[in-house]
């Protein structure tokens, strides 16, 4: 398959699934995640970690364990659960290389979200709530977070658990179509962006277990 012809296959998936609005329930999946190695990150990331930590970047090494903790605590348990939040991460990021939007510096890139959508992150998880009480009302939430590493935490909440997210994530399977339509009603980073996220998201799970 060409580079053309893989595009215009994930723009065709793209119009189909902007199209189709409703999903039927999906019984939640149980178990225990597997949690990623650093071989499996970095072939997610394409081979372009950055080389250190250094200032918004985090080298793989140093990103592994709070990813996986995020993985283990918000209870990812699919394959395609994992690559959707590593991809749409990844996505974010510029593969670990900011930390911050570039735009809006009260939005956070490895943690996935604007600041509306981390207030409810916050307010769903008790532990989160009592650290922020902490800290002086005018703090901004994604700097705390980044202070306490837990930047990569409210992705993976939000994976599963964010407003219309768990049904969506139930059918995360790895194909394009299911990760679209988790993409479109669960993130909804923008129909301009859909065919680049849904090519890192093939990555992404082909890179993990």
Same mark, same amino acid.
């Given at each position: 398959?060409?580079?053309?012809?893989?595009?215009?296959?994930?723009?065709?998936?793209?119009?189909?699934?902007?199209?189709?609005?409703?999903?039927?329930?999906?019984?939640?999946?149980? =178990? @225990?995640?597997?949690? $990623?190695?650093?071989?499996? /990150?970095?072939?997610?990331?394409?081979?372009?970690?950055?080389? *250190? !930590?250094?200032?918004?970047?985090?080298?793989?090494?140093?990103?592994?364990?709070?990813?996986?903790?995020?993985?283990?605590?918000?209870?990812?348990?699919?394959?395609?659960?994992?690559?959707?939040?590593?991809?749409?991460?990844?996505?974010?990021?510029?593969?670990?290389?900011?930390?911050?939007?570039?735009?809006?510096?009260?939005? =956070? @890139?490895?943690?996935? $979200?604007?600041?509306?959508? /981390?207030?409810?992150?916050?307010?769903?998880?008790?532990?989160? *709530? !009592?650290?922020?009480?902490?800290?002086?009302?005018?703090?901004?939430?994604?700097?705390?977070?980044?202070?306490?590493?837990?930047?990569?935490?409210?992705?993976?909440?939000?994976?599963?658990?964010?407003?219309?997210?768990?049904?969506?994530?139930?059918?995360?399977?790895?194909?394009?179509?299911?990760?679209?339509?988790?993409?479109?009603?669960?993130?909804?980073?923008?129909?301009?962006?859909?065919?680049?996220?849904?090519?890192?998201?093939?990555?992404?799970? *082909?890179?993990?277990?």
């Amino acid at each position: 398959m060409t580079r053309f012809t893989s595009f215009m296959t994930i723009f065709a998936l793209v119009i189909a699934s902007v199209a189709f609005t409703s999903a039927a329930p999906v019984p939640p999946q149980t =178990g @225990t995640p597997i949690l $990623l190695t650093i071989d499996e /990150l970095k072939a997610a990331a394409n081979g372009t970690c950055p080389p *250190q !930590t250094s200032g918004e970047l985090i080298s793989c090494e140093d990103a592994l364990p709070y990813i996986n903790d995020a993985i283990n605590k918000y209870n990812l348990v699919t394959r395609g659960q994992r690559a959707a939040y590593i991809a749409t991460m990844l996505f974010e990021s510029g593969n670990l290389k900011y930390n911050h939007n570039l735009v809006h510096a009260n939005q =956070g @890139t490895r943690s996935m $979200l604007p600041q509306v959508s /981390l207030e409810k992150f916050v307010s769903a998880n008790a532990d989160i *709530q !009592t650290l922020v009480a902490t800290y002086p009302a005018d703090t901004l939430l994604v700097d705390i977070l980044i202070n306490n590493h837990l930047d990569f935490s409210p992705g993976a909440w939000w994976t599963v658990s964010g407003p219309n997210c768990p049904n969506r994530a139930a059918a995360l399977d790895g194909t394009i179509n299911s990760f679209l339509q988790w993409e479109i009603d669960c993130i909804n980073g923008g129909v301009e962006t859909l065919v680049e996220r849904a090519a890192v998201f093939g990555v992404v799970y *082909q890179s993990i277990h």
